[in-house]
C-alpha cells in the first residue's frame, strides 16, 4: 500500500469536531484579521472568503454580514451588493487563474445539504477540464494544487483594485 501524506487535512478533521455557539460567518469578519481570515474583501452588507477546505483552487464563498437562513430576508441593497460580489469575484478568478467553467449555487437548508445551514452563502468554484482524476473515487482524497495562502495573495490585490 503506498500512504499519501497530507499534514494539512488534520487542521480539517480538528476543525470540524470543534463546538462552537458563535456562527463562523458572523465570528471571522469581526476579528479584524482578513489575511488570517482568508477574507478577500468586505462589503457594507456582504463579504468574499476563501473555503478553508477547498473542493479546488480558488473555491470563494459569498457571503451577506446579516446571519440569515433565508435568501428573501436579505434588503433588496444587501441581495444586489452580494451578487455584485458573485460577479466581480468571476471576473477576478478569470483574470487571476483563468478557470474554464464553474460551479456556482448555494444550498439553503440542511436538507438541502447546506453544512452551516444557519448562515446562508454561495460557493463559486473554478473548473478546469482534466481537474477530476481518480483520486476522489479510490482514495477518498482531493488534491489541492496551490496553498490556500498563495490563492489569498495573488487574489487579494485585484479586490482592491477591482472594488472600493
Given at each position: 500500500?503506498?500512504l499519501l501524506w497530507a499534514?494539512?487535512?488534520?487542521?480539517?478533521?480538528?476543525?470540524?469536531?470543534?463546538?462552537?455557539?458563535?456562527?463562523?460567518?458572523?465570528?471571522?469578519?469581526?476579528?479584524?484579521?482578513?489575511?488570517?481570515?482568508?477574507?478577500?474583501?468586505?462589503?457594507?452588507?456582504?463579504?468574499?472568503?476563501?473555503?478553508?477546505?477547498?473542493?479546488?483552487?480558488?473555491?470563494?464563498?459569498?457571503?451577506?454580514?446579516?446571519?440569515?437562513?433565508?435568501?428573501?430576508?436579505?434588503?433588496?441593497?444587501?441581495?444586489?451588493?452580494?451578487?455584485?460580489?458573485?460577479?466581480?469575484?468571476?471576473?477576478?478568478?478569470?483574470?487571476?487563474?483563468?478557470?474554464?467553467?464553474?460551479?456556482?449555487?448555494?444550498?439553503?437548508?440542511?436538507?438541502?445539504?447546506?453544512?452551516?445551514?444557519?448562515?446562508?452563502?454561495y460557493h463559486i468554484v473554478?473548473?478546469?477540464?482534466?481537474?477530476?482524476?481518480?483520486?476522489?473515487?479510490?482514495?477518498?482524497?482531493?488534491?489541492?494544487?496551490?496553498?490556500?495562502?498563495?490563492?489569498?495573495?495573488?487574489?487579494?490585490?485585484?479586490?482592491?483594485?477591482?472594488?472600493?
Amino acid at each position: 500500500m503506498k500512504l499519501l501524506w497530507a499534514p494539512w487535512r488534520i487542521r480539517f478533521i480538528l476543525e470540524n469536531n470543534q463546538v462552537s455557539s458563535e456562527c463562523i460567518f458572523c465570528k471571522l469578519p469581526k476579528e479584524k484579521d482578513d489575511q488570517k481570515n482568508l477574507i478577500l474583501h468586505q462589503s457594507r452588507h456582504s463579504f468574499v472568503v476563501l473555503n478553508k477546505f477547498p473542493y479546488n483552487s480558488g473555491h470563494l464563498m459569498v457571503v451577506p454580514h446579516m446571519h440569515t437562513a433565508s435568501l428573501t430576508s436579505l434588503s433588496n441593497e444587501a441581495f444586489l451588493e452580494l451578487h455584485c460580489l458573485i460577479r466581480d469575484s468571476i471576473e477576478i478568478l478569470d483574470r487571476t487563474m483563468k478557470p474554464m467553467g464553474y460551479n456556482i449555487g448555494m444550498n439553503l437548508g440542511r436538507a438541502a445539504g447546506a453544512g452551516i445551514a444557519e448562515h446562508f452563502h454561495y460557493h463559486i468554484v473554478p473548473r478546469w477540464n482534466g481537474d477530476t482524476n481518480y483520486m476522489p473515487i479510490l482514495a477518498d482524497t482531493k488534491v489541492i494544487p496551490e496553498s490556500l495562502d498563495e490563492t489569498y495573495l495573488r487574489l487579494h490585490p485585484f479586490y482592491s483594485k477591482k472594488i472600493k
